[in-house]
């Protein structure tokens, strides 16, 4: 039995999460994503120090499963977790 508790673990660790950012679909290998991975996400490479980032979710993991995501949070997501990021510029 212990084989089958391991093959179970496996198999989650290796699970991918099909998600949506900014309407396009994304799969990502982690349960968890962090504000910084989620903006990475949607505005790949760098950002000057003006730009600031808005990112709001939507069927995540419960009991948390809609809201707004700040930076440094994290938000635990299943298949089918959307999430909307907008860019502003600092004036």
Known sequence: MADIGI???DRQVR???KI????????VKDRE?????????AF????????VFTVTY?????P???????????VTIKDGT???VTRTRRS
Do not use: C, K, M, W
């Open 33 to 41: 994503l962090s504000f910084a991975e989620v903006v990475a996400l």
């Open 44 to 51: 790949p490479g760098a950002h000057g120090t003006d730009v």
């Open 20 to 27: 949506v950012v900014n309407t396009r679909e994304r799969t």
């Open 64 to 74: 948390q499963r809609d809201g707004n995501l700040s930076e440094g949070g994290t």
């Open 7 to 9: 093959e179970v673990q």
């Open 58 to 62: 939507h069927r995540a993991v419960a």
């Open 15 to 17: 699970h991918h999460y």
């Open 82 to 84: 959307i999430f909307d």
